[in-house]
């Protein structure tokens, strides 16, 4: 029995599947099983108020558990399925109540990953499926980041290696007049806007009390142990230089040439990770690298944030979420 026929068992039985995607790896459960989604929330310590993603082979089984399928998602499916895109349509009852905090709604995708796929075709079912981490805890890219994370709470762990995209997807939400960016993520406001027209954007934080609309909008997401912080690129020297008695060895996060080259003159003792400085490549990056930097040992981290343009604003999403405003006269 190869791991693929393992894994389709364990979701028939109401077992927990961590599995790689295109953005990051997923725990995965049976999204008509209410037992097994309840792991889910339990193995992640989730607020039931947090929807989940329900992940498909392909539209047509989508169809199967969206109560209405409008021209929107028919054209966007089409142009972004199998991809980073999840669409955010009105649920059947077969898609169980616990996979989405309640709501009327049902988030779903269809990853853009081969062994993704194949698990989705063959187990021919939804898969509810959220990043395979601790809540609010940094996601994983590779299969050693769930196992470090979750180890022996998941029946198993599929290794597809590392993630290529490697932040999450882009939630679209169709339910409303006009579509809603709810989190940002690789598939832009103008390619969505090419295929349906004006769309609105989600800015803020959800309310931790309620229902979310979708997964991605909490306060503090995506965050390590380690206390971390967000500065600006005209920030770094002043930062690289603040030392006081006490403070211990700190990691900077940066990308910008400008800042590297600061910090590099201006620190002994701290760390630097240097970031890519596209989009693209800072992305697939970015949550491997905080997990290095997490597992630093460091009294603090620093990440610089990369400019306020749109092809950058998924990779800002996520780490001001990820981070406390610091800043030059901040601390620590």
């Not at 990051?24 to 993603?53: C, E, M, Q, W």
């Not at 269809?110 to 609010?136: I, K, Q, W, Y």
């Not at 905080?290 to 999403?317: F, G, K, Q, T, Y």
């Amino acid at each position: 029995m190869n791991d693929i026929e393992r894994a389709i068992q364990i979701l028939r039985r109401g077992g927990l599947v961590a599995f790689p995607t295109e953005t990051v790896y997923g725990l995965g459960a049976d999204a008509t099983h209410s037992a097994a989604v309840g792991r889910i929330f339990a193995v992640k310590g989730r607020p039931a108020t947090n929807p989940l993603i329900v992940h498909v082979a392909n539209a047509a089984v989508a169809r199967r558990y969206a109560a209405h399928w409008p021209a929107a998602a028919r054209k966007l499916a089409a142009a972004f399925w199998p991809g980073p895109l999840t669409l955010v349509l009105p649920k059947t009852r077969r898609i169980v109540a616990e996979a989405t905090a309640g709501l009327s709604t049902v988030a779903l995708r269809c990853p853009d990953h081969p062994m993704a796929l194949e698990l989705l075709r063959r187990f021919d079912g939804p898969v509810a499926a959220p990043s395979a981490n601790r809540s609010t805890r940094i996601s994983p890219t590779t299969a050693k980041h769930v196992r470090k994370e979750l180890g022996e709470k998941v029946d198993l762990i599929l290794d597809g290696g590392p993630c290529r995209v490697g932040i999450e997807s882009t939630v679209l939400d169709l339910t409303q007049g006009r579509p809603v960016i709810l989190r940002p993520g690789q598939v832009s406001r103008k390619s969505i806007e090419a295929i349906v027209g004006p769309v609105e954007l989600f800015q803020g934080s959800a309310d931790g009390q309620r229902a979310a609309s979708s997964p991605g909008q909490q306060a503090v997401h995506y965050a390590p142990k380690t206390t971390a912080f967000r500065f600006e690129p005209a920030e770094a020297r002043a930062i690289a230089r603040r030392r006081r008695r006490g403070d211990g060895r700190r990691v900077f996060v940066a990308n910008s040439a400008a800042s590297i080259a600061i910090l590099r003159k201006a620190l002994r003792d701290d760390t630097i990770i240097e970031m890519p400085r596209t989009p693209a490549a800072y992305g697939r990056r970015f949550y491997a690298a905080l997990h290095e930097a997490d597992d630093a040992n460091a009294a603090a981290i620093w990440i610089e944030l990369p400019p306020d343009s749109p092809p950058w604003h998924a990779v800002r999403d996520r780490i001001v979420r990820a981070t406390r405003g610091g800043g030059a006269g901040g601390r620590p």
